[in-house]
Nanobody, 117 residues
Framework: QAQLVESGGGLVQPGGSLRLSCAASGITLRAWVVDWYRQAPGKEREWVGTIAQDSGPAAYTDSVKGRFAISRDDDKNAVYLNMNSLAPQDTGLYYC??????????WGQGTQVTVSS
């Protein structure tokens, strides 16, 4: 059974940076499309960005373009969300999601990011 585990969240001041990790077991993550989502308190889950399979490109929601970047480490079977210039509106529970056509999809349990002074 595949499993995704997010880590790297925490409390950071506005303008700071964090790197979130999404580590996979049971699947080879480079063969899967991986999304990052976030959910702020009282709000619906929001798509943050996606990285394509293998060495494909990444796409981002407008509010994080130029500040966030998704990358892969195939040796570690992981995907990262590098977040810079964090702002209070980036606060939320961040999830990774792996999926591909004609196959199951998997969600992690989430990691909390809080941006506050």
């Amino acid at each position: 059974q595949a499993q995704l585990v997010e880590s790297g969240g925490g409390l950071v001041q506005p303008g700071g940076s964090l790197r979130l990790s999404c580590a996979a077991s049971g699947i080879t993550l480079r063969a899967w499309v991986v999304d990052w989502y976030r959910q702020a308190p009282g709000k619906e889950r929001e798509w943050v960005g996606t990285i394509a399979q293998d060495s494909g490109p990444a796409a981002y929601t407008d509010s994080v373009k130029g500040r966030f970047a998704i990358s892969r480490d195939d040796d570690k079977n992981a995907v990262y969300l590098n977040m810079n210039s964090l702002a209070p509106q980036d606060t939320g529970l961040y999830y990774c999601h792996a999926h591909r056509a004609r196959d199951a999809s998997f969600w992690g349990q989430g990691t909390q990011v809080t941006v506050s002074s």
